[in-house]
DNA sequence: CTACGTACCTGCCAGC
DNA sequence: TGCTGGCAGGTACGTA
């Protein structure tokens, strides 16, 4: 479900709710996520007040007076703010009671995600090795092209790599790359800083529009207020195999590419 | 080091 | 109708 806009928009909804506030109490009714719940997840919680709250790619960083909230919503988790009497259905593993009331409720039904506290989360490994913000002034398409030279891999395997930039997933490379031009076969080393100039542009700009949207639902994916994201309907490429392109009106192609689906346009993107 | 492939887990859907 | 295989928005690990 969430690449980098649905995290977004997660962490806007829920910021106000959590920010300047205690948690009361922490329940956790499944702890094997990718990594166990801490198994004193409620007295390390119990109490403190949440400062702030960050996102960083893909995972959410909640400062808390004693240590931080490590939060990531794997491929079918999102995080809702729900009243405190709201019945848990299947696959709510955690629940963050607040004390006005309200509820942070974690649903996952894959269980990749991440609910983890720690002291500080900066020099983990989960952390460390993380690219640059796809939305921060430190991504660029110089960055892209420099960082690229002499790899083989296929552009779209590239930009997924978290290692390279953080929080560009399935959906929005595919859709990236159309906007682009650039057949995502096509081996990063071998692009050119203008195609470069194009893509990082595209990135930039299909990120941003999707927060607007509020992210894009598939089927899990919903936002804390329980609505669902719109991006979905401006999608160009992903998911839709055989269906004409919105450009030059040839039908659209899936592939492999490694081991993901892949959607682009024979004809508009080389 | 790079570039794959595979595993983790549940739910859903197409096809038999 | 009911089963089975394959696939799903992410990440980490093992292997050449």
């Known amino acids: 479900m969430p690449e980098l806009p649905e995290v977004e928009v997660t962490r806007r909804g829920i910021?106000?709710?959590?920010?300047d506030r205690r948690i009361a109490a922490v329940t956790v009714r499944e702890a094997r996520l990718r990594r166990p719940v801490n198994d004193d997840l409620a007295a390390r919680l119990q109490g403190q007040r949440i400062a702030r709250?960050?996102?960083?790619?893909?995972y959410l960083l909640a400062d808390?007076?004693?240590?931080?909230?490590?939060?990531?919503l794997g491929m079918s988790g999102h995080l809702r703010v729900v009243p405190q009497d709201t019945v848990a259905q299947r696959h709510d593993h955690v629940d963050l009671l607040l004390e006005d009331g309200n509820c942070l409720r974690f649903h996952d039904p894959r269980r990749f995600g991440l609910f983890l506290w720690?002291?500080?989360?900066?020099?983990?490994?989960?952390?460390?090795?993380?690219?640059?913000?796809?939305?921060g002034s430190e991504f660029d398409a110089d960055y892209l092209f420099a960082r690229s030279r002499g790899h083989q891999q296929p552009i779209k395997s590239f930009l997924m790599d978290a290692?390279?930039?953080?929080?560009?997933?399935?959906?929005?490379?595919?859709?990236?790359?159309?906007?682009?031009?650039?057949?995502?076969?096509?081996?990063?080393?071998?692009?050119?800083?203008?195609?470069?100039?194009?893509?990082?542009?595209a990135i930039v700009e299909i990120l941003q529009e999707a927060i607007t949207a509020g992210g894009t639902t598939l089927r899990d994916f919903t936002r804390p207020d329980g609505r669902k994201g719109y991006f979905r309907l401006s999608l160009a490429v992903y998911g839709r195999e055989e269906e004409?392109?919105?450009?030059?009106?040839?039908a659209l192609r899936a592939a492999r590419i490694g081991g993901r689906s892949s959607f682009y346009c024979g004809h508009c993107q080389r």
């Open 53 to 58: 709250l960050r996102r960083r790619g893909k």
């Open 15 to 19: 910021e106000p709710h959590l920010v």
């Open 118 to 135: 720690g002291e500080d989360w900066a020099s983990d490994p989960l952390l460390q090795g993380l690219g640059p913000e796809p939305l």
């Open 163 to 201: 290692h390279v930039v953080v929080g560009v997933g399935n959906i929005y490379a595919n859709e990236s790359l159309f906007r682009a031009g650039i057949d995502p076969r096509r081996a990063a080393g071998r692009i050119a800083l203008p195609r470069f100039r194009r893509l990082h542009q």
């Open 64 to 72: 808390l007076d004693q240590g931080q909230l490590l939060l990531h």
């Open 244 to 250: 004409p392109c919105i450009r030059c009106g040839k």
